[in-house]
């Protein structure tokens, strides 16, 4: 059965946030994820670590400014610096919370903007945050996201992800593969994931309609968590859903 780790920015929001990893770990948790660690120290976060006996599993670049709807910057060309040095930092955490990998999200398309420009700025800050992050044993990670959930994201299937992985050439990026987002966008998830396997680093999970648990809507996760299995996926899967109720009330698919 697959390792699951608890996405702290989607469950037990019923708690501030530095609780959530007591919460976590009293769930049966033994690793956590989220989208930033930017708002505290990261001696702070690493205390809550170990004295919870978690791993961080995951956590994502600089976003830019995500209160304003910014869901990345990385194909951004007026941005560039502003990219680099959040690679820097993400390094910084990465090492003081012993994370293995670090997401990149890739932002939305800006309105007339090239899309050919878009492409060759986000391979080239790839190029770069791959070589600078395989220096610390970390691995860089791309995530194609539904354009329902958020209109005009710029990196929306496996396939797209697939194509700039090779267009970057590192052995160092990966694809982090949400099946909530890749049921919406092309579906065929156990085929898609088996194909994808050697590039996949870290898999997410929500289920469809709602981004509720598994079990509330279309997609069969007993047959997909049985088939992570046959096929060998080695990973984390993050729990990456809004609990339909109390986020205690919600592990019922984990149980079983």
Same mark, same amino acid.
């Given at each position: 059965?697959?390792r ?10 019923e708690?501030?946030? %530095?609780?959530?990893f007591?919460?976590?770990?009293? !769930?049966?948790?033994?690793?956590? =994820?989220?989208?930033?660690p930017?708002?505290y120290?990261?001696?702070i ?5 170990a ?5 961080q599993?995951?956590?994502? @670049?600089?976003? $830019? ?9 990385a194909i951004?060309?007026d941005?560039? !610096?502003e ?7 993400a ?5 003081a %919370?012993?994370?293995?990998q670090?997401n990149?999200?890739?932002?939305i398309v800006?309105?007339?903007?090239n ?9 080239e800050?790839l ?6 992050f395989?220096k610390?044993?970390?691995k @860089?990670l791309i995530?194609?996201i539904?354009?329902?959930?958020i209109?005009?994201?710029?990196? &929306? ?6 194509? *700039?992985?090779?267009?970057?050439g590192?052995d &160092?990026?990966? *694809? ?5 987002h890749m049921q919406?966008?092309? $579906?065929? %998830? ?6 994808? %396997?050697p590039r996949i680093a ?10 509720? =648990?598994?079990?509330t $809507? =279309?997609?069969?996760?007993?047959f @997909?968590?049985d ?8 990973g984390?899967?993050g729990?990456e859903?809004r609990?339909?109720g109390?986020?205690a ?8």
């Amino acid at each position: 059965m697959p390792r699951f780790d608890a996405n702290l920015s989607m469950l037990f929001t019923e708690v501030d946030f %530095l609780d959530r990893f007591a919460a976590a770990a009293a !769930a049966g948790f033994a690793g956590v =994820e989220y989208v930033s660690p930017y708002d505290y120290e990261p001696d702070i976060l690493a205390r809550r670590l170990a004295a919870n006996g978690l791993s961080q599993v995951l956590f994502n @670049l600089p976003v $830019g400014d995500w209160d304003a709807g910014e869901r990345g910057i990385a194909i951004l060309p007026d941005r560039v !610096a502003e990219f680099r040095s959040g690679a820097e930092t993400a390094v910084a955490y990465a090492k003081a %919370l012993g994370c293995k990998q670090v997401n990149c999200l890739a932002g939305i398309v800006p309105d007339g903007t090239n899309l050919a420009v878009l492409r060759e700025t986000f391979i080239e800050n790839l190029k770069f945050t791959a070589d600078l992050f395989e220096k610390y044993d970390t691995k @860089l990670l791309i995530e194609p996201i539904n354009p329902i959930d958020i209109p005009g994201f710029y990196l &929306n299937s496996s396939r797209q992800a697939l194509d *700039l992985i090779e267009a970057v050439g590192s052995d &160092n990026l990966y *694809l982090q593969y949400d099946i909530y987002h890749m049921q919406i966008v092309e $579906g065929d %998830l156990a085929r898609t994931i088996e194909a994808a %396997l050697p590039r996949i680093a870290h898999i997410q999970i929500a289920d469809n309609p709602g981004r509720h =648990e598994p079990g509330t $809507g =279309e997609i069969n996760y007993p047959f @997909l968590f049985d088939h992570l299995d046959r096929i060998g996926y080695q990973g984390w899967v993050g729990c990456e859903y809004r609990p339909s109720g109390p986020t205690a009330d919600s592990f019922g698919w984990m149980r079983s």
